[in-house]
């Protein structure tokens, strides 16, 4: 902390504390006595700045009572507030880092779902076209005339010019190949990246059509014992 004293004449408040001192809108402080003889000039006797001062007094307001408080006690609250902001600032950052570790996750498990997408759509694909074959080969066996056994159409099937008026559609496969499968090696990744368990890992073959095949099989045996 300071004395405070007249800029111009030196007199210091505590030893003519009768005397009233200025503060000057250029930080100069000036005494009464030195401040009455240029008054009429209307300019600050230091620097010869526009006069406009204050009275320093126990009323002055705080923006300007702050110029006569100890500097440490500003530097102590300036160590608070700049910790203060410090760890503020910290804060955002970590959780703009947990935002984009999620959006990275989260991008990760989109890219394995459109990866299942379109092997799901390829083999969706593939099985619509053997449910038409399927459907082509039962509607052939059940047209009138075709016999039961091998499949071979009776006279009344063949034309005037001794071809089929239809050629019977070949036999479809029974199970899918594995071109057509969601490949294991990508379902077992994928779980792991978007964190769904699947259960165990499918069959090669399809169980419906290995139903269908014995079936089949045991139809057949019992054709030839008669």
Partial sequence: MFRVHCNKCSKRRDIEP???????RCHHIICGTCLAGYAAE??????GHQLQTINISRDM???????????????????KIS????????FDNLHFLRREERYNDLHLKLDGYTKMEAQLNQQTKVEKKRIA?????????ERPGVDSL?????SREYTAGGS?????????????????T??????????????????TKKSKHNPMSTSMHRSSSHSHDQNIQM
């Fill in 18 to 24: 009768t005397i009233p001192f200025q503060l000057t």
């Fill in 42 to 47: 209307k300019k600050c006797p230091m620097c």
């Fill in 61 to 79: 307001p705080i923006s300007v009572a702050n110029y006569f408080q100890d500097p440490t006690k500003f530097l102590q609250l300036y160590r």
């Fill in 83 to 90: 910790k203060f902001q410090s760890e503020q600032r910290a």
């Fill in 133 to 141: 074959e399927l459907r082509e080969y039962i509607a052939f066996h």
């Fill in 150 to 154: 091998d499949g071979s159409l009776s």
């Fill in 164 to 180: 089929r008026s239809r050629s019977r559609p070949r036999t479809p496969s029974d199970h899918t190949t594995s071109e057509t």
């Fill in 182 to 199: 969601l490949s294991d090696d990508l379902l077992e990744s994928f779980c792991l990246d978007s964190e769904v368990d699947f259960g």
